[in-house]
């Protein structure tokens, strides 16, 4: 469920961040990366890049909009990013911003294990954790 939280607080990221701001912080933070990652000889990664390819991360006119149903994401076929590669993606997205939007700000990663520390064997069915997961998002209830 980890990775269906993760996605829909990034989907809530993207939607509430109209001004490009998340997308920016993103990218900031991979050039970052990418400085510390030449410096050391490594190979770069590009979150950015993953989500895109994976259908995580849409263009939508001069914006971007998160697809949050993993059922939709091109994951693991052929050369394609997989799961894992995802997963690291999201979890820069989460790093890089923060949840403004319910109560005092902290990053992404910790509004998301809030939410699993609190909501984590309460639900049967996966559809009932994302009902919960969308009103935990957006600063409805917890379950």
């Given at each position: 469920?980890?990775?269906?939280?993760?996605?829909?607080?990034?989907?809530?990221?993207?939607?509430?961040?109209?001004?490009?701001s998340v997308m920016e912080n993103t990218e900031d933070y991979y050039e970052e990366r990418r400085e510390v990652e030449?410096?050391?000889?490594?190979?770069?990664?590009?979150?950015?890049?993953?989500?895109l390819e994976s259908g995580v991360l849409v263009q939508a006119g001069e914006g971007y909009r998160v697809v949050?149903?993993?059922?939709?994401?091109?994951?693991?076929?052929?050369?394609?990013?997989g799961e894992s590669e995802i997963r690291?993606?999201?979890?820069?997205?989460?790093?890089?911003?923060s949840v403004d939007w319910c109560g005092e700000p902290m990053k992404g990663y910790e509004f998301s294990d809030l939410y699993l520390d609190s909501c984590w064997g309460a639900f049967d069915t996966?559809?009932?954790?994302?009902?919960?997961?969308?009103?935990?998002?957006?600063?409805?209830?917890e379950g």
């Open positions: 469920m980890k990775i269906a939280v993760d996605a829909h607080v990034i989907r809530e990221m993207f939607a509430r961040g109209e001004d490009g030449e410096t050391r000889g490594l190979a770069s990664f590009d979150g950015v890049a993953v989500l949050a149903d993993q059922d939709e994401w091109s994951a693991g076929g052929g050369s394609g990013p690291q993606a999201m979890l820069h997205v989460l790093e890089a911003n996966r559809e009932e954790y994302l009902a919960s997961i969308e009103g935990y998002v957006s600063c409805g209830s």
